[in-house]
Nanobody, 124 residues
């Protein structure tokens, strides 16, 4: 079983930056695709970014393209989400997730394991 622990959330002003991290248990990490999702109060969970096992394929939601960047360090068993030019509408709990397949996916139903989430709040 894969365990995921997010960190790096916090309060930031609009236009600022944050980097989220997701530490994963090491077993098979390098072969797994990973993703970031978020859920704002009263809204459904939505896809933010995804990355395949090698890091060679990345996908982004239209709302974050050009502002967010997903990456992974297989040597450290860690997933990252660099978030720049943050907007108040980016406020949400951010979750990392992984799936038992190395290919990138954009739907939450394709992911098998989830972290507990980290809160990101962007003030205007």
């Amino acid at each position: 079983q894969v365990q995921l622990v997010e960190s790096g959330g916090g309060l930031v002003q609009a236009g600022g930056s944050l980097r989220l991290s997701c530490a994963a248990s090491p077993r098979t990490f390098r072969w797994l695709a990973l993703g970031w999702f978020r859920q704002a109060p009263g809204k459904e969970r939505e896809f933010v970014a995804g990355i395949n096992w090698s890091g060679g394929d990345t996908r982004y939601a239209d709302s974050v393209k050009g502002r967010f960047s997903i990456s992974r360090d297989n040597a450290k068993n860690t997933l990252y989400l660099q978030m720049n030019s943050l907007k108040p509408e980016d406020t949400a709990v951010y979750y990392c997730a992984t799936r038992g397949n190395g290919g990138t996916a954009t739907s939450g139903v394709d992911y098998d394991y989830w972290g507990q989430g980290t809160q990101v709040t962007v003030s205007s």
